[in-house]
T-cell receptor, first 117, second 118 residues
Framework: GAGVSQSPRYKVAKRGQDVALRCDPI?????LFWYQQALGQGPEFLTY????????KSGLPSDRFFAERPEGSVSTLKIQRTQQEDSAVYLC???????????????FGPGTRLTVL | AQTVTQSQPEMSVQEAETVTLSCTYD???????LFWYKQPPSRQMILVIR??????QNATENRFSVNFQKAAKSFSLKISDSQLGDAAMYFC???????????????FGQGTILTVHP
């Protein structure tokens, strides 16, 4: 079956514009994660959804960042009034089960590279 | 909070040779998972190998094996018989095994760029 998909793959925005990044997880996956990966660095956690519930948003860097997953499948990461420091690759990952206790693998999408000019 | 450190920004290896990538981590937890991920230029993060902290035996997956030293909080990756397709950025990552507010999120190191020479 299809893996995790993300769109667009590349996005260029002028400083101050709003952007929306989409993640389509593997069908039926309960958990969905967003990570931010600055150039040459490791990914950093942004937020976590279990179905439609956003259980952890501790990694969102500012109130300009907002994520949603209204029907428990597709998720959108929205960045308002983009700044140059928002330039990064945004990775989405999904896993089959909820997060409590037992391990289940996270499957990553190809990411969206955001460049803010 | 947990931290993961990869002290080798870049490594290189000749095709068919063996290379070891280093990783150390810091945690106060006793049970957790450690991972090595591969990220080629396509940016797709691929799981290479996983280690459960409660298991003393080191994990192996074909040409990939780890040296897990729990007391030293060290988790290195050995790639044997290196192939051109192994060239990528490699990330070490930590995941708490407990439920609660960790929610299974991954904490990554800074990455090591591996170059494989023909």
């Amino acid at each position: 079956g299809a893996g995790v998909s993300q769109s667009p793959r590349y996005k260029v925005a002028k400083r101050g514009q709003d952007v929306a990044l989409r993640c389509d997880p593997i069908s039926g996956h309960v958990s969905l994660f967003w990570y931010q990966q600055a150039l040459g660095q490791g990914p950093e956690f942004l937020t976590y959804f279990q179905n439609e519930a956003q259980l952890d948003k501790s990694g969102l860097p500012s109130d300009r960042f907002f994520a949603e997953r209204p029907e428990g499948s597709v998720s959108t990461l929205k960045i308002q009034r983009t700044q140059q420091e928002d330039s990064a690759v945004y990775l989405c990952a999904s896993s089959p089960q909820g997060s409590a206790g037992s391990y289940n693998e996270q499957f990553f999408g190809p990411g969206t590279r955001l460049t803010v000019l | 909070a947990q931290t993961v450190t990869q002290s080798q920004p870049e490594m290189s290896v000749q095709e068919a040779e063996t290379v070891t990538l280093s990783c150390t981590y810091d945690t106060s937890e006793s049970d957790y998972y450690l991972f090595w991920y591969k990220q080629p230029p396509s940016r797709q993060m691929i799981l290479v190998i996983r280690q459960e902290a409660y298991k003393q035996q080191n994990a192996t997956e074909n040409r990939f094996s780890v040296n897990f030293q729990k007391a030293a909080k060290s988790f290195s990756l050995k790639i044997s018989d290196s192939q051109l397709g192994d060239a990528a950025m490699y990330f070490c990552a930590y995941r708490s095994s407990a439920g609660g507010t960790s929610y299974g999120k991954l904490t990554f190191g800074q990455g090591t760029i591996l170059t494989v020479h023909p």
